[in-house]
């Protein structure tokens, strides 16, 4: 069955350093989402990607995030610098569209970012 | 923004047992999707609602969609162990793609 990949399962990072997540999303799907959950909380929209251009973003994703697809496959989160309010596990996910049945996501599972 | 309030926040039940949990939203969504989310997993799609008051059925799983497009519910019948995890209500609005998502149900299931 196919699946949305995440590397890596979890990041270690020093406060101030950049990282950068990566997924690979569902071969056919066309839009992708990244989302993150800080420990014990709710999963909380970040960003969604559709024709190599954001769609939409959330108040969370501010000037220190950017996203991109560099290639054909590869769909990636960029912190440029990371706070320590940035801890948390990031999900990426995928959808064939946007319309009812086909807009439903896929969520991989996840890199959890620790920032010391 | 949109929030989404789930309740009850967690359960204990014993195996067998049949669980009801509910989602309320403040504003309206067009679809409303569950999910279940293991420790450590990404959350996992178990059942997709697309029309005010439907009712759908995955196996052991029934989950509703409003009438007033608010809110859902989902039950879960004759539970078993591995029902164990936290249960997301997300909905989705008319022209976004993005999922608002629940506080969580955590269950927990005795044997």
């Known amino acids: 069955e196919p699946e949305v990949t995440q590397t890596p399962s979890h990041q270690v990072t020093q406060m101030g350093q950049e990282v950068i997540l990566r997924c690979v999303p569902i071969?056919?799907?066309?839009?992708f989402y990244w989302y993150r959950q800080i420990l014990g909380q709710k999963v909380e929209f970040l960003v969604s990607?559709?024709?190599?251009?954001?769609?939409?973003k959330s108040e969370i994703f501010d000037d220190q995030f950017s996203v991109e697809r560099p290639d054909g496959s590869n769909f990636t989160l960029k912190i440029r610098s990371t706070k320590l309010e940035d801890s948390a596990m990031y999900f990426c996910?995928?959808?064939?569209?946007?319309?009812?049945?086909?807009?439903?996501?896929?969520f991989g599972q996840g890199t959890r970012l620790t920032v010391v | 923004g949109q929030q989404l309030n789930q309740s009850p926040q967690s359960m204990f039940i014993q195996e067998g047992e049949d669980v009801s949990m509910n989602c309320t939203s403040s504003?309206?969504?067009?679809?409303w999707l569950w999910y279940k989310q293991d420790p450590g997993e990404g959350p996992v799609l178990l059942i997709a609602?697309?029309?005010?008051?439907e009712l759908t059925s995955n196996g052991r799983l029934t989950a509703q969609f409003g009438i007033t497009r608010k809110d859902s519910f989902l039950n879960i019948s004759a539970s078993i162990p591995s029902d164990v995890g936290i249960y997301f209500c997300a909905g989705r609005g008319s022209t976004a793609s993005k999922l608002t998502f629940g506080t969580g149900t955590r269950l927990q299931v005795t044997l």
């Open positions: 990607f559709y024709n190599n251009e954001i769609s939409e």
């Open positions: 609602l697309y029309k005010a008051g």
């Open positions: 071969s056919n799907h066309l839009y």
């Open positions: 996910a995928s959808s064939a569209g946007r319309a009812s049945r086909v807009a439903e996501a896929f």
């Open positions: 504003s309206i969504f067009n679809t």
